[in-house]
């Protein structure tokens, strides 16, 4: 039995970490969504896809770096790189001939895109799960009950780094400026000289790289991956990026922490049945009463 | 208000240039003739709609049409009835989605859960309450009525994005719900229902099942083009195109929404509670995503807000999986890379346009 | 234009790419549907010699459950091959007729049917209890005999068809065996989790209805959703309600993670997993965290008398070791071999009849039917990792 | 007698006044306009007149009724009707369809009409059909009543947004910057109509607009305003010689209204 206290301390810790993945895949599909008002479906599998780039890469390492936190970091760049250029890939040949089209159309194809990742990794690893086997020690700091490992810090903390550097980009660099420009105004920029294609490619290429990250985090704490596991995780991770506010980053961060929290709530008060009901009613609350999420800003509507 | 006036200049300048041409355009309505196939395909087109313009010419096509469907069973095995039924059960569903997404234009990606509700609802009528099946199709309407009600009531006024993630989220609620609850069966669903009686005969057989759905599939189609072909249909597709310019002329927008959502699910509860029948088994597996995205594909891959055109669409995904069976694991990859396809080079769907 | 003319070939390429890349890992796909295309040359054979006795199978090939269904599938070619090879059925050559239901209830009776019209002798298959009960019907429906391997909701027996036989012990039995294990251990505080699925959900049910009249306290019922990555949540609540034994009814796959997970969590009790888990792939994704925990399972394959070579030959034919359900596929062929050659025809009373009394002492253990036409004896046995491997012990 | 009656209206955005207590009449059966430069608030004025914005403050009486916060349908649906400065047709609807539209306020089968199709249904749809055509006939476009609505060149697209608005029998008319992007003729053009709209159907047309010349020569009476408060107001040649008017955009000529000719 645990004390009260220690319960709370555990589902902090345990809603922190779910809630660094949804956080990183959130950026993602904020980052996207702001400047290109996509609901980028194909997201969640981008995840899926890092996640097994890792796995591959980190196989193929095993041998010469051994299987401990240098393996899983050069697992990390590799699957950070692939999982860019293949978002960058996806928006160049799928996304950007429809950017003018309907939105219906647009989503439509990301679906599409979606499936083809999905089909793609489900036929290449027979539909089997796959184990990641690592040799990073055990153990950690321990309050009474209640352990956190070594892992779990590491995780926190690459998160807590990597949103830092994001944030300086964005609101720093000349990149994450016109970033932030195409989201506003995107005939404007162009106007003003923008290379807009550029700047949503790249777009792109951060956000998928992002989810790498998340992807192969998610292999090293969880230790299995299979095809499907970036379905959910997508589902979730948007549903915590409109809670932030889509288009927001802060938002996005803020929104996957808490998305995370609540799941844990949910499940230490209601059980684990009706935690997704928790969260989705959550959602749906939200944005009744404020619909564009915690951090977003309201459009003043011009005729 | 600067940004309106820029556009205003730049409207100037385009009329200034082309008001000629324009006048000309207008004068006589130019369309052009491609060539090869494209342009054959043009004309067979062009042809086809004139045709079924006719009284004549729709008796034809129709007669054919209904000659060619209605003796199947005489000539096609129980494995070509039953993927007829299944894409015909794909058609009831995307007629009413088309509704809430092809007249209305809200992204709905929740559809599942809305024929769940029809489902569920004659299930446990029948099963655990033992009523008759046709009693209950008035339940059933009810029914539907209250759910797009609690779902869509608080979401009509949100944006479209945000839509989409609402009816996603009720989806999977309606899902996970039906799931943890006894009534429903909870994960193993309700397996066991009697099938009902019609004309004192009991729905066992396939072709049975068959003739109904083509008269459910005719009763869809008729009421979803009177619905398309009047004032409320009109509204719907007026709040589609522009929401200000409809809220301009008179359309209360939000209350149409809801109405677009209500008929939407009373259409998906209906044919749910049929499929319930048919089946005699359903389960919560049944309502899945997945479920909702194939439903959504078929709308706006047969190109949204044309009846015949979303029923082209959910018949080729009742029957794609089907011809490319022996090909197994691959074909939804192949269907992912012809859905993106598609829609780059035919963003409107694939049901030809009159070109006028 | 021309750029989206360009577009269309990079992606036909892309396309012709994984299409012969893939090639390969489509294999075991490919193999059940060979015999598909020469049952459709040869006419369905009756009893006479010589000819083909088509056996219709319903399996998940596709989707989210297809590395069980291949698994089946390749267990009853396993089997079939064998028998053919020794001579067949009452002279007559056994051939397999495969449709996929990919775990999905339409697709379930899409299959049902296609497979009907094929008509087929018999119908063996079955793996997800949702996708089968719809399939059911209308095998029953069709006046075929049907032998479910894999699925054993409770829901099967609930339709009381009487032509449908199930093969594996349902959750029932596992029950009673687990029941036995508590009582052993000393333990009355037990958690379930499932899967929110039709087998899963069903174990836990059993749970929650049998264990409290045996004395036992249910103290949490928790679910974890296939392929859902995170259980943290779950585990603290379990350790909040004090559980001191937990019991998992899901699969292997996602076993291994909710193991480890309990164990980095500070679950200390004892971990019992359901037969769902009951694979060799368990011990091995588990590692370390893995050792003692114990297993209900219908009889092992490696523990099996025959067992070894049954996995040396499995594995020498396809590349991986048996699932956890490839036995069972096995002795599924061969209890139908063994009624038909009892009924001396392949008469739907005869061989139903025969079915009914058969006892056959197959490699997943004694199959005899009740009335019900459940096993009549739970073949479940405990199993419990010790140094990397299974061990057999008594409860 | 006024028709509309606008007192003390102020809009604010956040910091920004966009209105500041405009006070004006419409009388019935009169021909408005409401003028000023670039910016001076003339489309949040309107805006809040058809129910888009809500206003801050003030009151707006329509017939003696409030109009404050009422849903724009709401407004419609009391016989205001509007146009939009950038054209917004229903663009993939034919024209017909389009001006079908603007009976929608004046007719009301609902889901069980459209439905059964019973007589009282049929017998409105012929008549909102009728209305509709003869609207086009008036504006004089008949013959496109089948041409979907994007195809049309600029010019077309404005006038079927007009012959959507008077299909709604409006008593008011709400016209924002009608002549935006017409040339020399059509603008004559639009001078006759708006004419025509009061004369023949008894409208009273308000209309806020760049063009001077356009305005002084169809306004009866015109509202000048600047930086969201009303400067004059007045008959077109009471404000031609009003100094104030005249600074007020000789000092932000900026437009292609140009000055006061």
Not at chain 1, 133 to 153: D, E, K, M, R
């Amino acid at each position: 039995m645990l004390s009260a206290g220690e319960v709370i301390l555990q589902q902090l810790m345990n809603g922190l970490i779910l809630g660094s993945f949804y956080a990183l895949i959130a950026l993602g599909y904020s980052m996207v969504y702001g400047i290109i008002k996509l609901l980028n479906f194909a997201h969640g599998d981008i995840y899926m896809t890092g996640a097994f780039v890792g796995f591959f890469v980190f196989g193929i390492l095993a041998g010469t770096v051994g299987s401990s936190w240098g393996g899983v970091i050069l697992a990390m760049l590799a699957a950070m790189c692939v999982c860019g250029l293949l978002g960058f890939l996806i928006q160049l040949l799928a996304y950007r001939p429809l950017f003018d089209a309907p939105r219906l159309s647009l989503l439509i194809t990301a679906i599409g895109v979606s499936l083809i990742l999905y089909n793609t990794v489900m036929i290449i690893t027979n539909g089997e799960y796959m184990f990641f086997q690592h040799s990073i020690p055990a153990g950690g700091l321990t309050f009474g009950n209640v352990t956190i490992t070594w892992v779990q810090l590491v995780l926190l903390a690459i998160t807590a780094v990597l949103m830092l550097v994001l944030s300086w980009f964005i609101g720093t660099t000349i990149w994450g400026k016109a970033m932030r420009a195409i989201s506003l105004d995107k005939p404007t920029c162009r106007l003003m000289g923008i290379n807009v294609n550029k700047i949503i490619g790249l777009t792109f290429f951060i956000g998928s790289a992002l989810a790498a990250v998340a992807g192969v985090m998610s292999c090293v704490y969880y230790g299995s991956l299979h095809y499907f596991m970036g379905y959910m995780m997508g589902i979730k991770a948007f549903t915590a990026a409109v809670i932030g506010g889509i288009g927001s980053i802060p938002g996005a961060m803020l929104g996957g922490l808490l998305l995370g929290l609540l799941e844990a709530a949910g499940t230490q008060a209601l059980g684990s049945s009706w935690k997704d009901v928790f969260a989705f009613s959550l959602l749906i609350i939200m944005l009744i009463f404020k619909p564009t999420g915690l951090l977003g800003k309201t459009e003043i509507e011009r005729m | 208000m600067e940004h309106n006036e820029n556009i205003k200049l730049q409207n100037i300048e385009v009329t200034a240039n082309t008001a000629a041409a324009e006048e000309a355009a207008v004068e006589e309505p130019t369309v052009i003739q491609r060539k090869g196939i494209a342009g054959a395909w043009d004309n067979f087109v062009e042809g086809m709609y004139r045709l079924v313009e006719t009284t004549k010419g729709k008796i034809l096509v129709f007669g054919i049409l209904l000659i060619a469907v209605g003796t199947m069973p005489l000539w096609a095995s129980s494995y070509v009835l039953q993927v007829a039924w299944n894409a015909m059960f794909y058609m009831l569903l995307a007629i009413g989605c088309n509704i809430i997404v092809g007249y209305c234009g809200m992204c709905d990606l929740g559809y599942a859960a809305k024929f769940a509700v029809g489902a569920y609802t004659s299930a446990i009528l029948v099963k655990t309450f033992g009523w008759n099946f046709w009693l209950t199709l008035p339940v059933v309407i009810i029914f539907a009525i209250i759910a797009a009600c609690i779902m869509g009531g608080p979401v009509v006024r949100l944006r479209s994005d945000y839509l989409a993630i609402v009816t996603l989220g009720f989806g999977e609620i309606v899902r996970i719900v039906a799931r943890n609850l006894e009534i429903t069966g909870s994960a193993s669903g309700i397996s066991g229902i009697p099938r009902p009686y019609l004309f004192g005969v009991q729905l066992t057989k396939i072709w049975m099942w068959f003739f109904v759905f083509i008269i459910l599939v005719i009763i869809f189609v008729i009421a979803s083009n009177r619905l398309k072909n009047s004032r409320f249909g009109r509204a719907l597709e007026y709040i589609r195109e522009d929401e200000d310019a409809a809220e301009a002329m008179g359309v209360d927008v939000a209350r149409y929404k809801l109405w677009a959502f209500i008929m939407g699910t009373v259409f998906g509860a209906l044919a749910g509670a049929f499929y319930a029948m048919q089946m005699a088994a359903i389960s919560p597996n049944s309502f899945q995503f997945l479920q909702s995205a194939n439903i959504l594909l078929a709308v706006v891959l047969g190109g949204m807000g044309k009846v015949p055109g979303v029923m082209a669409g959910a018949a080729f995904f009742a029957i794609f999986p089907e011809v490319f069976r022996d090909i197994g694991e691959y074909r939804m990859l192949i269907f992912g890379i012809a859905l993106v396809i598609v829609m780059i080079f035919r963003p409107q769907g694939l049901w030809p346009e009159r070109r006028r | 234009m021309t750029k989206k003319w360009l577009l269309l070939l990079i992606m036909v390429l892309t396309l012709a790419l994984f299409a012969f890349g893939c090639a390969e890992s489509g294999e075991p796909a490919t193999e059940g549907q060979g015999g598909e295309e020469q049952a459709g040359e040869e006419s369905t054979g009756e009893e006479t010699s010589g000819g083909v006795i088509e056996i219709g199978v319903l399996a998940p090939t596709t989707g989210s459950e297809a590395y069980y269904g291949n698994d089946m599938v390749q267990s009853y070619q396993m089997a079939i091959d064998e028998i053919n090879e020794a001579g067949g059925v009452l002279g007559n050559t056994l051939e397999l007729f495969v449709e996929d239901d990919a775990c999905d209830a339409a697709q379930a009776a899409t299959a049902a049917s296609k497979i009907i019209s094929a008509e087929p002798d018999f119908v063996v298959g079955g793996y997800c209890s949702g996708a089968t009960i719809p399939a059911l019907q209308q095998f029953y429906d069709a006046g075929l005999i049907m032998l479910v391997s894999c699925a054993n909701s409770t829901n099967i027996t609930d339709l009381a068809l009487e032509q449908t036989f199930m093969i594996n012990s349902p959750g029932t039995h596992a029950v009673q065996t687990l029941s036995a294990l508590l009582s052993s251990l000393g333990v009355t505080k037990v958690a379930t989790i499932h899967q929110g699925d039709d087998y899963t959900k069903n174990l836990s049910d059993i749970c929650e209805a049998q264990l409290p009249e045996a004395g036992f306290e249910i103290v949490a019922v928790e679910v974890m959703e296939k392929g859902a990555a995170d259980v943290s949540a779950i585990v603290t609540a379990i350790r909040n309600a004090g559980a001191e034994f937990v019991y998992w009814c899901g699969y292997h796959a996602d076993g291994s993670n909710v193991i480890k997970q309990l164990r980095q969590g500070g679950y200390e009790g004892y971990i019992c997993c359901g037969d769902g888990s009951a694979s060799p792939e368990l011990i091995t994704a588990c590692g370390p965290d893995g050792e003692g925990v114990y297993v209900t399972s219908p009889p092992n394959v490696e523990l099996a008398e025959g067992g070894e070579e049954y996995i040396a030959k499995y594995t020498d034919l396809y590349g991986t070791g048996p699932g956890a359900y490839s036995t069972l596929c096995y002795d599924t062929i061969y209890v139908l071999k063994e009624a038909i050659e009892t009924a001396g025809s392949t008469d739907y009373e005869a061989v139903r009849d025969a079915i009914q009394n058969i006892e056959y002492q197959g490699l997943s253990g004694l199959i005899k039917f009740a009335e019900n036409r459940e096993l009549a004896v739970s073949n479940f046995i405990v199993m419990q990792i010790e140094d990397g491997a299974f061990k057999l012990i008594e409860p | 007698m006024a028709l509309m009656e606008v007192t003390d209206l102020t809009m604010r955005f956040g910091g920004i006044v966009a209105v500041d207590t405009l006070t004006f009449n419409i009388d019935k059966g009169s021909i408005t306009a409401l003028i000023g430069p670039n910016g001076a608030g003339k489309t949040s004025a309107f805006n809040c007149l058809t129910g888009f914005y809500k206003a801050t403050s003030g009151q707006i009486l329509f017939e003696g009724q409030s109009l404050l916060n009422m849903r724009p349908y709401k407004i419609t649906h009391k016989g205001i009707v509007r146009t939009f400065q950038n054209v917004r047709l229903f663009k993939n609807m034919t024209v017909m369809e389009n001006v079908m539209s603007g009976c929608h306020s004046i007719s009301k089968q609902f889901v069980g009409g459209a439905l059964l199709r019973h007589p009282a249904q049929r017998k409105e749809e012929a008549e909102i059909r009728r209305i509709s055509e003869e609207a086009l006939k008036f504006i004089d476009i008949l013959d496109l009543k089948d041409r979907v609505a994007k195809n049309l060149p600029y010019g077309y697209q404005r006038r079927v947004e007009w012959a959507r608005a008077i299909a709604s029998r409006p008593k008011l008319l709400l016209l924002d910057e009608p002549a935006a992007g017409l040339n020399r003729e059509e603008k004559n053009d639009l001078v006759r109509l708006i004419r025509r709209f009061r004369n023949e159907l008894g409208i009273t047309v308000f209309l806020i607009e760049h063009d001077m010349g356009l305005v002084m020569e169809v306004a009866e009476k015109i509202v000048v305003i600047n930086f969201g408060t009303k400067i004059a107001e007045g008959t077109p040649e009471e404000i031609q010689a009003n100094p104030l008017v005249i600074e007020a955009y000789l000092g932000k000529d900026d437009d292609e209204g140009g000055p006061v000719q």
